[in-house]
């Protein structure tokens, strides 16, 4: 067999290398959790914060998963369709809708094989606090950097 030629990369180009292969990897992962569960990873991870948070509302959902509140209300709309999400009005403030799971929702909240939730805790358990730390710190401050830089 043909040895494949190497192609390195080095200092930022190397780092967003190894950013979209995590975003390739969390895509394929979806898709399949969308075809076994039922559910993407991003719904699933809007059930989780749901039956955690039951009550909370789409806005506050948006802001929770720094995700724009357009994205959220799109999201949502499938998961109520399907069954798993419904909404309330909110006394006092009829424009806001209380979110909550259905039962066939609650059966998706919980830890479950095979999600990208599940894989996240294994490398959490492997790794140990303080790698998990600094790997969300440097992942916070690109983040930040890229928005401040939108903002303007």
């Not at 509140?69 to 798993?84: A, D, E, M, P």
Request: proline content about 5%; hydrophobic content about 40%.
């Amino acid at each position: 067999m043909k040895e494949q030629p190497t192609f390195p990369l080095e200092g930022p180009l190397d780092f967003m290398q190894h950013l979209w292969e995590l975003n390739h990897a969390l895509e394929r992962m979806s898709s399949q959790m969308d075809r076994t569960l039922g559910v993407t990873a991003q719904q699933r991870l809007f059930l989780r914060c749901i039956g955690k948070y039951p009550g909370m509302n789409a806005t506050q959902l948006a802001s929770v998963l720094h995700l724009d509140r357009g994205t959220v209300s799109v999201s949502l709309g499938r998961l109520i369709k399907k069954g798993l999400v419904t909404g309330r009005r909110q006394a006092g403030d009829q424009r806001r809708v209380a979110l909550s799971l259905t039962a066939k929702g609650r059966v998706l909240d919980r830890p479950t094989a095979g999600t990208v939730e599940h894989s996240v805790a294994q490398l959490i358990s492997k790794a140990g606090p303080p790698a998990v730390n600094r790997a969300k710190r440097v992942l916070r401050l690109l983040s930040e950097d890229l928005t401040r830089k939108l903002d303007r």
